[in-house]
């Protein structure tokens, strides 16, 4: 049989994580991450990393394997995961590809794009901007430029919004209009597995998953990370919010409030982006597991043909 990659996608809190597991035991196979901002060390509560038993009961790769210290791109994981993915399917005809990050999910599948060279002057044009007016004026900027792309991205996603701008400002073009239509192709066949569930009941799981971050101490995380809040690492959901919060800018309840608030955005966004992609075989999140390995046997099979 040909080897297959599994990819699990869908909005935060869902429950990937658990799936990816089961299938991983199931199939005798090894879990990649595709989180983002699970791949640092020194993040944790406000990333909902794997637990400790989560990670004993199916072997994780790209999980808390860089520091916040260090530059590290979608570039630079899509090269590290299809060298990894070539060293684990030489053990197992299956891999697990697992996470809510739509663009790093989409480096390993589809592959990236060559995107024109930006000039020094425009990066830091923006980052005076953003310096000067904060996020919210990078935002607006790209709404403008190119609406279809600020309906996909993670808007709170500083690196993202100031990249997306260098290139729409570099050649003049929407930097969506850079995305390719013709998928790399993969030495491997793909699966693509999505669990979701009413908005309603999403909401409610990332609202109570916010609160069990606070009780497990995401305050004390985040305390013990102020010294580098300018990093780009930490401007991200979760980790901003408390740092107003300890900036004088608003109380503890209205920071947890904004996580939540920001997270479900987040949430919506993630299904905009995977929603767009017809491959996606989509299970309700209270989902039969025979049935899910079912239709990947069915599929691994049909595609070895």
Known sequence: MTNTLIVVVGPTAIGKTSLSIKLAQNLDCEIVSADSRQFYKELCIGTAVPSTEELQQAKHHFIQHKSIHENYSVGDFEKEALEKLTELFKENKYVILVGGSGLYVDAVAKGLDSFPKVSGAIRETLK???S???????QQKLKELDPLYYEK?????????????????SSGKPYSSFITKTPKKR???IIKIGITAERQIIYNRI?????????NGLLEEVKSLYPDKSLNALN????????????GESDLDFAISEIKKNTRRFSKRQLTWFKKDQEIKWFDYLYNLDNILSYIKKIATKDSL
Do not use: W
């Open 128 to 130: 005076e901007q953003y």
């Open 236 to 247: 991200t959901v979760g980790y901003k919010e408390i740092f107003g919060y300890m900036d």
């Open 153 to 169: 991205v993670d808007i709170h996603n500083t690196h993202r919004v100031m990249r997306a701008l260098e290139i729409c400002i």
């Open 132 to 138: 000067k007016e904060g996020i919210e004026s990078l």
């Open 207 to 215: 609202n109570e998953r916010v609160d069990i971050m606070i009780n």
């Open 187 to 189: 030495p491997f066949n």
